[in-house]
T-cell receptor
Framework: GAVVSQHPSWVICKSGTSVKIECRSL??????MFWYRQFPKQSLMLMAT?????????EQGVEKDKFLINHASLTLSTLTVTSAHPEDSSFYIC???????????FGAGSRLTVL | TQLLEQSPQFLSIQEGENLTVYCNSS?????LQWYRQEPGEGPVLLVT?????EVKKLKRLTFQFGDARKDSSLHITAAQTGDTGLYLC????????????FGQGTELSVKP
């Protein structure tokens, strides 16, 4: 079955630093990947759509200069949280879509804690 | 405003009881999915419904898609402690690039 790997699974950083989270589709090519953010006891909020070879499409209210997304290959998308602050602490989850199917495979998530 | 209204948001029941979770919207979805998520993990797909009026069963779980494809429900029969978790409905709207939009989620706790 389709597998999506996220790395790191958890990260702690100091305020003001930048953190990169990777999302890899291990056994399929993903032309589209999605990045979500989830606060405790809440649902997933779509942040952006990452398309291979083109600029990401950000949801309303998401700062594109704050959350940099790069989708340089068909198996890898990265989310960089720049100049992280404590309010950026959250669970970040990616998902990948195989081909033209509407079924997404989710990664296990990356928990970011900014001190 | 929330595109997908999920209710209830919290549910605590005894083992053996039945329960239903609802997912409602004023928008039409080309498909609707139900996920279950454990703490610290990504959501895991339970089922996808595509056709209006469709009913799918997964052991003790019954999923239904409304005739107008605007709403869905998840019914669990004889809940077990292992059913405890966060249940999420998520919809795909036509011409939205395949974006999956999630409801608020239902935190289910099944007590022994």
């Amino acid at each position: 079955g389709a597998v999506v790997s996220q790395h790191p699974s958890w990260v702690i950083c100091k305020s003001g630093t930048s953190v990169k989270i990777e999302c890899r589709s291990l056994d399929f090519q993903a032309t589209t990947m999605f990045w979500y953010r989830q606060f405790p006891k809440q649902s997933l909020m779509l942040m952006a759509t990452s398309n291979e070879g083109s600029k990401a499409t950000y949801e309303q209210g998401v700062e594109k200069d704050k959350f940099l997304i790069n989708h340089a290959s068909l198996t890898l998308s990265t989310l960089t949280v720049t100049s992280a602050h404590p309010e950026d602490s959250s669970f970040y989850i990616c998902s990948a879509r195989r081909g033209g199917a509407n079924v997404l495979t989710f990664g296990a998530g990356s928990r970011l804690t900014v001190l | 405003t929330q595109l997908l209204e999920q209710s209830p948001q919290f549910l605590s029941i005894q083992e053996g009881e039945n329960l239903t979770v609802y997912c409602n919207s004023s928008s039409v979805f080309s498909s609707l999915q139900w996920y279950r998520q454990e703490p610290g993990e990504g959501p895991v797909l339970l089922v996808t419904v595509v056709t209006g009026g469709e009913v799918k069963k997964l052991k003790r779980l019954t999923f239904q898609f409304g005739d107008a494809r605007k709403d869905s429900s998840l019914h669990i029969t004889a809940a077990q402690t292992g059913d405890t978790g966060l249940y999420l409905c998520a919809g795909v709207r036509s011409n939205q690039g395949g974006k999956l939009i999630f409801g608020q989620g239902t935190e289910l706790s099944v007590k022994p």
